[in-house]
Structures are given as C-alpha cells and as structure tokens.
C-alpha cells in the first residue's frame, strides 16, 4: 500500500494522520499548512530516507517545487526513474516527541504489535515492547511500562503526558491488524502532540494470515487408570526399563507389551497391543518407525492418553511422520505427548511415568518442559533438597500437546499450587496468552534461547523454531507470568513464593547489605523491628549491634547468640536468611545444628574449609543452603 492509501485506512480506524495532498507527477503542488514535508509514494521505494525520498521544513509553495526538483534528482541518482504511477505527498509537519508503533503476523503468536520510542535510531536503541493485540489496558500498561520513553508519564521536565492517549491509539491499532488482511506494518514516527497521537510515515504489508489451528480436549491427561508400556524390556540399560520399573510404584493399573518377553517384575507380559485389555494411557518407548501403527493400534483400544518417549522425528528432520502424530490425534481425539518425551508424573495417583528418577517426591509444583534432559537434571536437584511436584510434564517436539494444554489443565489440579515452564519455542502463541491469563495460580518461565547459537541448539533438540525471546519473554510477561533468569528458579522458587517479608541474621554487615539489594529487587518487602523486638534483642546482643534489618550480630557471634536472636525474631510467615562468615570464634557445626530448628531459615555459609562439616549437616537434612550470595536469587 502506498502512504496516501494507508492513511485513508488509517482514518477508518480513528487514527489521527497529519493534513495532507496528494499530487501527480506533472502536478503543480499547492498547499496552505507549512512547515510541510514533501514525500515520494511510489512502488520503487521502500525507505524514502535512504535515497533522498523526503524533505523538510518547506515554509512556501516555491519551496514545494524546488524540493520536487531535488527528491526526483536524489532518486535517479539511485537508479530510480518515476513514471505516471507514482504520486508526491505533500503534508504539514507535525512536532513532537516520536515514537514508533509496528506489527507483524507472528507464525506463533499471530497479531503482535511493537511500541515504543521512534525516530532513525529505533533499530539500534530498540526501546519498545511487544503487546499482544488482544491485550487489554492492564496488559498493555504493563507491557509499556518496561520501556525507557514509558518514564515520562504522566509528566516530564513540566510538561504533561497522558497515558490514555497510549491506550487509546494501542487499541485502534489492534482493531486495525486484527480487522485487516495485514501482515506487517509500521508507523515511524508515530508522534506524541498535545491532541494525542499522529502517525506520520506509514508502511504496510497486506498479505493472507495463516492461522494454526488448535483444537478442544475433551480428556484429562492425567486420567491414568490403566497404562501399558510398549517397549517394557528386562535390560537395565534401556529405556523401557526404566519405565517399566518407575510405572510399577503407583497404584494404577499397569501392563507391559514386548513381543519377546513373558514375564516382567513378576508381571505378565503381553506380546501384542491387541492382546491387552481396555486402556485409558499408554507410554511408547520403541523404534520410531513402529510408532505411527502403535498409536493406531492403541486408539482402537480406547486409549485417549498416548505418551510417545520415542525419538526420531522431527528433531531429526522427519516432520511428515511427526505430521502424522498430529493428525492422528486430531482425528481420533488423542492427547499425545512427544514425541521425544521424557514420560508424565502424576501426584495425584504416585504415578512416575518418566524413565527419569526412580524417586519422585509429592508436592506443590506443576512442571512442564520441552527439554527432558533439563527435566531430568531438575527433578534430580529437587531430591537432593527433599522438594517435591505434583505433576510433571515432558512435552519434547509438541506434535500435539502443548505448554497452553498443560496449563489448561494443571487449573483443574488441587494438588498443584505453581505452574513452572522451561521453554524453548511455543506452537500455539494465543492460546499460551489466554492460559496465563486466565490461570488462577502463579506461573513461572524459563525461556532459553536468547542468542542466535542458542536458537540453532533448540531446533536441533526439540525441532522447535525458538522464535524471538524478546517477544515470548515480553508477551508471557504482560500476560501475567513471572519471567526466571537462572533456570535453577523452577524448581525452588516456588518453595518460598508466599513469603512476602523477609529478614536478615548475619555477623557481618557487609554481606547484610549485598542480601538486601538482591531481595529488594525480586520483590521481598524488608521486614520492620518494632520497639518491643529492638528491646528483647538488646538484651541479648553486644550494644554496637545494627539496631534494624539486617540484624548484624557482630563478628564474634557464636551458635548460642545466633539461638537467642531467632528464638526473638522466628515467624513462621518470614523468609529469614542466615549468613555466617568464618571468624576465629565461629563455631559453624553447631550454628548448622541449631538452624535445624527453624524450617524457615535459609543458611548462607560463606567460606569452604571451615564449613565442611556444615555442609554435610545440611546434606544429610536435606537442607537448602547456600556459600555465596548470587545464588539466593534462585528461590526468590
């Protein structure tokens, strides 16, 4: 579309345009607005800038022609020739302060739309936010906040800014690409006047929009009563093995399926899928080139829930057999999880499904995750601090079931309290914004894939397009889930998320200090002293302590002083860290002991040598604890 179109278009949505003409080439320009600008409209050009497309600050109608002498001069200079096709917009120059509105039919997201702060440096300063078009003013405000222009609202340097404007022109803006067979676009500058927006210089790109489509479940996943594993074997180093053995700790129904075998951990094997009784799950751990039979097989059998472990599809460059995944599915209302899975656990019923850990503990969290072997990792590092879940998702290539089913169904889940997601690519983009919206418990994410290497590394994992990591991460943020820096967050985290106020015990100031900024900015409130604890607390400190949070303890504190403070300032609705740096008098062993005591304290040990015996201590309890600061963050 050329300029003069888009911005007809652009009044039929209530955007504001500056007053313009359009003239022909062998056309005598008049106008009665200046300062005006002068613009090319033609086919040939895309950034008039470039080639000498735009003049400015024209103040008389001699000036007009004279700059239409000079813009025709610019273009043949670039090889540009105008013919009778082509126009010249002429439009009053509008002031203020610019920013910059752009869309793109995201393949994942679909609609999304770009602002932020405009002008020729856009690219290089990137100041903007994604905003989903079916944001409403909360999410939209919340997306713009996280840029830099966003601080001169509501006023700046004594003028006035008005954030409805914002709102208002981000609305018609998403009724506009929603509404229009438009696939890109971009207003640069978009500027800011005392009558709200303007938008200035205007591209568009129309084109079909292609949408993936999505369908309804109509079965639980985690309705598990009768599973078969194909692919159970008697070899300790395979998979169904693992699988076999996990599956048989839960109290569902289980059947084994391997045409070799007849007995299994005392169990009947079966040799065939037909052989087997009426099933509701099945977990397929065998050769990939018998996968699609299988699943067949396996829905004339009544299973609704197909786990597919198998690997080697489109992680390997065969997408028309996992293409065949997802229509099989689809046709016989399946939920598949895979290809190239790690398996499902379900809390509810103790029912490990992964060929992971033999050991899964219960608990609170719900975790999803593309990647198995980072699944694996966390589920291991969660025994090892006694942190349980309770259910686990190991989505691999997403053939069919995806990160918007998992939190879907995780809402209807009482046992599970937090939803936490590593992510490298998504499928469906909408309805992933809809679940977090919607989603009554709190949901954390981990997106991997921010550079480039990063982005290749994943398409060869999982087969997943990464797909920008601003724009997920912006997205999922504006939609309501806190967004993770270390990856270690998704399994502790949510252990203290309900702990608001937070209160340091240290015997040295210095590291006191450092804790507070780290808790500050991940959102833990400082916890205050009244004047009855500074009193309990002066009686059992040396008079030169701190007299505030953190409550420095002074250098020479033993386990003895270390138990008088908490036994003051212990409450079970605080997160109190403990910090001990090794002094000469510091007995660390007894310090570790007496923490034990306090299931809320959070030991920080700074030191090695001296704290060895500590650590053990805190091992064998299973006991979070921490020898540096940096690592705190990590279950904030």
């Known amino acids: ?86 126009r010249f917009i002429v439009e009053e120059e509008v002031h203020g302060v610019e920013f910059y509105i752009g869309g793109i039919f995201d393949s994942i997201f679909e609609e999304v739309l770009l602002f932020g702060k405009g002008g020729v440096t856009i690219e290089i300063e990137r100041d903007i936010c994604y905003i989903d078009s079916e944001a409403d003013e909360p999410e939209i405000l919340k997306s713009f906040r996280t840029t830099k222009i966003s601080k001169i609202f509501p006023k700046f340097r004594g003028k006035e800014y008005k954030i409805a404007y914002v709102i208002d022109t981000i609305e018609k ?110 977990v397929i751990a065998i050769p990939s080139r018998y996968v699609l039979q299988s699943v067949e097989e396996l829905a004339h059998k009544g299973a609704k829930n197909i786990i597919v472990i198998s690997a080697g599809f489109k ?56 990647s198995g072997a980072v699944l694996s990792a966390l589920i291991d590092k969660s025994l090892s601090y006694a942190l349980g879940f309770s259910h686990i998702l190991s989505l691999g290539n997403m053939a069919d079931f995806d990160f918007a089913d998992a939190i879907e169904t995780l809402q209807n889940k009482r046992r599970c309290r937090y939803i936490n997601l590593y992510a490298e690519g998504l499928t469906h983009g909408k309805p992933y914004l809809r679940a977090i919206r919607k989603s009554a418990k709190p949901i954390a994410i981990y997106k991997a894939g921010k550079s480039e290497e990063a982005k290749r590394a994943a398409f060869s994992h999982t087969g997943n397009i990464s797909g920008d990591y601003e724009m997920l991460v912006g997205l999922s943020y504006a939609a309501g889930a806190i967004i993770k820096k270390d990856i270690d967050e998704l399994v502790f985290s949510s252990l203290y998320a309900e702990k608001r106020e937070a209160l340091i015990v240290t015997n040295a100031g210095g590291p006191g200090t450092i804790l507070t900024d780290i808790l500050v900015s991940h959102g833990k409130k400082m916890a205050s002293l009244d004047e009855e604890t500074i009193q309990k607390l002066s009686a059992v400190l040396p008079p030169t302590w701190s007299k505030n949070n953190p409550i420095d303890i002074i250098g020479d504190a033993t386990s003895k002083r270390y138990k008088a403070v908490l036994d003051i300032v212990y409450d079970e609705k605080r997160l109190i860290f403990v910090i001990v740096t090794p002094q000469y008098m510091t007995d660390g062993l007894n310090i570790a002991k007496t923490l034990l005591a306090y299931p809320n304290a959070v030991p920080i040990f700074f030191g090695e040598e001296r704290f060895k015996e500590a650590f053990e201590l805190f ?18």
């Open 1 to 86: 579309m050329r300029e003069y179109e888009i911005y007809e278009l652009l009044h039929r949505y209530g955007i504001k345009t500056p007053r313009y003409k359009v003239y022909e080439i062998d056309q005598e320009f008049y106008f009665d607005h200046f300062p005006a600008v002068l613009k090319i409209a033609s086919d040939k050009v895309v950034h008039k800038s470039d080639v000498g497309g735009v003049r400015v600050g024209i103040h008389s109608n001699e000036e007009l022609q004279q700059a239409k002498r000079e813009i025709i001069n610019n273009l043949q200079n670039n090889s540009i020739f105008l013919d009778m096709n082509d």
């Open 173 to 282: 803006f998403q009724k506009l690409f929603t509404h229009e067979d438009i696939v890109e676009f971009d207003i640069n500058p978009l500027v800011y006047t005392d009558e709200g927006f303007v938008a200035v210089d205007a591209r568009v790109k129309t084109g079909q929009k292609s949408r993936a489509p999505r369908r309804q479940r109509s079965f639980d996943i985690f309705h598990n009563e009768k599973v078969a594993i194909l692919g159970a074997t008697d070899k300790p180093q395979k998979v169904g093995y693992a699988l076999a053995k996990n599956a048989l700790q839960s109290g569902a129904d289980i059947y084994f399926v391997n045409p070799r075998l007849s007995r299994l951990f005392g169990k009947r094997v079966y040799k065939a899928i037909q052989e087997l009784p009426d099933i509701d799950t099945a």
């Open 315 to 370: 992680e390997v460059g065969n997408q028309e057999a996992e293409e065949e995944l997802t229509k099989m599915a689809e046709h016989y209302d399946l939920n598949i999880l895979g290809p190239n899975s790690l398996g499902l656990y379900n809390g509810d019923k103790e029912l490990n499904l992964t060929f992971a850990a033999d050991s899964i503990l219960p608990g609170h969290i719900g975790l999803i995750s593309q």
């Open 619 to 636: 091992k064998e309890h299973k006991r979070i604890h921490f020898n540096d600061l940096e690592n705190v963050a990590n279950i904030l």
